[in-house]
């Protein structure tokens, strides 16, 4: 059994869980609790120095979310994890580790408004710039490249839907500039893409979508591929110099290949407090028990779908990638065979009035603000979730005035594609 | 959506039969109504409240929103007319016995039962009169053998716990209707997903959804399921239905509630009098649970089928109690029933005997060594020494559950993950 590699559906159970040792308790108990006993003095300081682990007070770490993050990183074939409160603080710590005032990263600009939006407004605060680049012309991020760049960040499954993103291409890139390559990979998951196997270095989850699952529960997660080189690289301080908090330790030397989901854990996460909640982990957990039976299923009714669609006579143009004939098809066959995901978007011959319309007269779909549920979800982007965009910057990010996004979950196909054809109807 | 939701596929309901978003505040998922009392709009309605001529919340022991939510779904689901969630499934068939009848009543049940359902028969016999009569339930002439016109009720398992036999509710209620006698199911081994009693006869269903409905292993509960077909309605066998309660200004509950009599009389008196309320954050992690059901329960069949036909192949099993593989003497009746398979629950009997059995389960490193069945981990225990250690030794080899017979719950890990388990630990047995 040691020599055995579980498989993926073994490790979206098992991975990181064990009966708990002091009551044989199977399921992993909830720890809701805010701080922990030490041993003694002595063990109390060791941890506090970072020469030993163990629970210390849950806005630093959790038993609960410690399980979470093992679960997540054994998924994704990394190192280790951090779980933190959202995917957006999951972003703001993996930055934090990696920018000082005045550094630069270039991101895909086919990303979730919320990223764009941080991005460009809350990272000005501390002096971090980003510059803008076009994953489907892989020439711009060469051109964007300057001595200050410090990371590239894409999705990989990107927003606001129906778009593959080539890692491995963008890896070459990072790999050249000898940056790090972060990967927002929510909307794939590990189950249908895992991009520590095309280069990437960090990989970031809203664990609120398609990993928890249910809807129920804000989580995000920096997963660490152990892939970059931090020591002696002062361009990374937080990695690479002597730390004054931890009595002049280098991380990148103590910690080797998981030295980044420490760094944003001892010194992200403790001083600026994005802590997830215990029961927040558990709910989590519980849905990524189920994660290959869910991703498997919406992925394939989500083509279902996508078919119809494609040929609606109320619908203009379609764009998921596990439509033959997409732009993305042979990228989607390539980096997630399985399925191409349960998000995509889908443009109507009656414009901006006509996707407002469709959005009041679905009955089986939510109108809401997410994605990855086991409820199917609608939305129009260009008027709630980049609403905050230019119309250039709506455009350009895949969320003009047509189109309507939608993200299938568990109902049985043919009772979606009943509620979109009432809907569509005049 | 609830006007829709008959009309719409089993997945689709699933996920969304009994919830709507919050009017409130348009939450999405169903709010946890962590909330023991509830505001009355004032004291008539709170006395109407009370007297049942009004229904509302007023106390989280008795009826509760988040709760009501997963009622609403199960009844769905089973295709029912009314449920009451409850504490355990234990609670649940107590109380359906004790709605039921009264000490010196009778009822029939089958004799190859969850090992706890036996022990509480047993005891309610004992010390409360209330008489239970044994037969196979995979011989239905032996069940039409033990009703008298004595007898109140039937009551079987859908699937029968720990050897996954799929029984003939067909011919059973058939019974059932010829004496004019509830049957009563417990469904908890299929889920409805696989077999809904309703479809076949049943009168009354149950559940622990401490196993597959929640599916992760974490919340325990029950559920009652009304199916609105037994006629109560002045059939004096069953006063607490039939009859006025004098404490609450003669209702009649037949009359006063015609399609949930019973689960209208399960709640009052099972959970009004005797208590065994659920929590609100239990029947909410329930109701999560239900949303990847279908999904759960056709993962649960292929694995058990793929681990079944390996073990019945492997030299030191002596025989494997799943009827859905071929070759089974059983398998034409559980495809009938539940052609995807007969869940994921039975048992395996080694050569080895009891020293085997034992130390297999010892050996075991994936599966889980507990007392459980029916959520995502693979789960084994030696049923003589635990769950059904309450039998005679000698009925316990009749009911298969003999010293050398392992139980097995197959979970949704991968099948050869599974396997190579099992052989592992069979090796090390033998």
């Known amino acids: 059994m040691a020599d055995r590699v579980p498989g993926f559906n073994t490790l979206a159970i098992h991975a990181g869980a064990q009966p708990d040792p002091a009551t044989g308790a199977r399921a992993t108990p909830i720890y809701q609790t805010t701080s922990f006993v030490f041993d003694d003095v002595d063990h109390a300081a060791s941890l506090f120095g970072l020469q030993a682990f163990g629970n210390i007070y849950t806005r630093i770490g959790n038993p609960t979310c410690a399980v979470l993050e093992e679960r997540v990183a054994a998924l994704e074939g990394g190192t280790a994890a951090l779980a933190v409160a959202s995917g957006h603080a999951a972003e703001f710590l993996a930055f934090h580790a990696l920018l000082q005032p005045g550094d630069e990263f270039i991101a895909s600009k086919k990303l979730y408004g919320g990223s764009i939006n941080q991005f460009n407004h809350s990272y000005k605060s501390f002096g971090w710039n980003v510059v803008w680049a076009d994953p489907d012309d892989l020439s711009t991020f060469e051109r964007a490249l300057t001595p200050k760049t410090k990371a590239i960040f894409v999705e990989s499954i990107a927003n606001p839907g129906g778009v593959i993103v080539d890692i491995a291409a963008i890896s070459a890139i990072a790999k050249r500039a000898n940056i790090p390559l972060i990967v927002d990979n929510t909307m794939a998951t590990p189950y249908l893409w895992r991009p520590f196997e095309h280069g990437a270095d960090i990989v970031i989850h809203s664990a609120t979508k398609f990993l928890g699952g249910h809807g129920n529960s804000i989580a995000g997660l920096i997963v660490d591929g152990g892939t970059f080189n931090w020591v002696g690289d002062e361009r990374y301080p937080m990695l690479s110099k002597p730390r004054p908090e931890y009595g002049g330790m280098v991380l990148g030397e103590t910690f080797g290949n998981f030295a980044f989901a420490i760094a944003t854990r001892v010194l992200g996460l403790r001083d600026l407090g994005p802590a997830l909640s215990p029961f927040n982990a558990f709910l989590i957990l519980n849905g990524i028990e189920t994660l290959p039976l869910r991703m498997q299923r919406v992925s394939d009714s989500t083509l279902t779908v996508a078919k119809h669609l494609a040929s609606h006579p109320a619908v203009a143009w379609v764009s998921y990638p596990g439509l033959e004939g997409d732009r993305y098809y042979s990228l989607a066959r390539r980096y997630c065979p399985k399925g191409a995901g349960a998000v995509f978007t889908f443009g109507l011959k009656g414009g901006y009035e006509a996707g407002v319309n469709l959005v009041s007269k679905l009955q089986l779909f939510s109108h809401l603000a997410n994605i990855g549920d086991t409820r199917s979800l609608v939305i129009h982007p260009a008027s709630t979730t980049h609403r905050q965009l230019s119309d250039e910057q709506k455009v350009a990010a895949g969320a003009g005035p047509d189109v309507v996004r939608l993200s299938i979950g568990l109902e049985d196909p043919a009772d979606l594609i009943a509620d979109l054809d009432q809907a569509l109807s005049a | ?430």
């Open chain 2, 1 to 430: 959506m609830s006007d829709q939701c008959n009309k719409t596929g089993f997945a689709t309901r699933a996920v969304h039969a009994g919830a709507a978003p919050d009017p409130a505040t348009g939450a999405r998922t169903t709010p946890i109504y962590l909330t023991n009392g509830f505001v009355f709009d004032d004291p008539e309605e709170a006395a109407d409240i009370f007297a049942l001529r009004k229904i509302g919340f007023s106390y989280s022991r008795g009826s509760n929103p988040t709760t009501a939510a997963l009622e609403r779904r199960v009844t769905d689901l089973e295709g029912g007319t009314m449920s009451v969630a409850i504490g355990s499934g234990q609670a649940a068939l107590l109380v359906i016995l004790l709605t039921l009848m009264e000490s010196g009543d009778e009822y029939v049940a089958a004799s190859r039962l969850f090992g706890g359902s036996l022990g509480l028969m047993r005891r309610l016999e004992q010390r409360h009169g209330l008489k239970v009569h044994f037969a196979d339930p995979t011989d239905p002439a032996s069940i039409a053998a033990a009703v008298t016109e004595k007898t109140k009720a039937i009551v079987v398992e859908s699937i029968v716990n720990p050897c996954g036999s799929v029984v003939d509710l067909q011919a059973i209620s058939a019974i059932a209707r010829r004496h004019k006698v509830p049957l009563i199911v417990d469904n908890t081994l299929a889920s409805p997903y696989l077999i809904r009693p309703f479809e076949h006869g049943a009168d009354i269903v149950f559940h622990s959804t401490s196993k597959f409905l929640g599916g992760h292993g974490q919340v325990i509960g029950g559920i009652i399921v009304d199916g609105g077909s037994f006629d109560w309605a002045g059939d004096e066998r069953y006063p607490l239905i039939s009859a006025p309660w004098g404490d609450y200004e003669g209702i009649v509950l037949a009359e006063a509630f015609p399609k949930n009599a019973f689960a209208v009389a399960s709640r009052l008196y099972g959970l009004r009098d005797l208590g065994p309320g659920i929590s609100p954050a239990t029947a909410f992690l329930t109701l999560t649970g239900i949303e990847t059901l279908p999904l759960r329960m056709a993962r649960h069949c292929a694995n058990a089928k793929a681990v079944a036909q390996h073990l019945a192949a492997h030299p030191a099993v002596a025989e494997v109690s799943y009827p859905s593989i071929e070759g089974h003497p059983g398998k034409a009746l559980a495809d009938r029933y539940s052609p995807e398979g007969a869940g994921s629950v039975f048992t395996v009997a080694l050569k080895g005997g009891d020293t085997a059995a034992t130390r297999f389960i010892a050996e075991l490193k994936l599966f889980s060594h507990i007392a459980n069945i029916g959520e995502t981990r693979s789960l084994a225990i030696h049923p003589a020494t635990t769950t059904h250690r309450n039998m005679p030794p000698q009925e316990r080899a009749k009911a298969g559950v003999g010293g050398n017979v392992v139980r097995l719950s197959i979970g949704l890990e991968d099948a050869a993950d599974i396997i190579a388990d099992l052989d592992q630990a069979l090796a090390a047995a033998s």
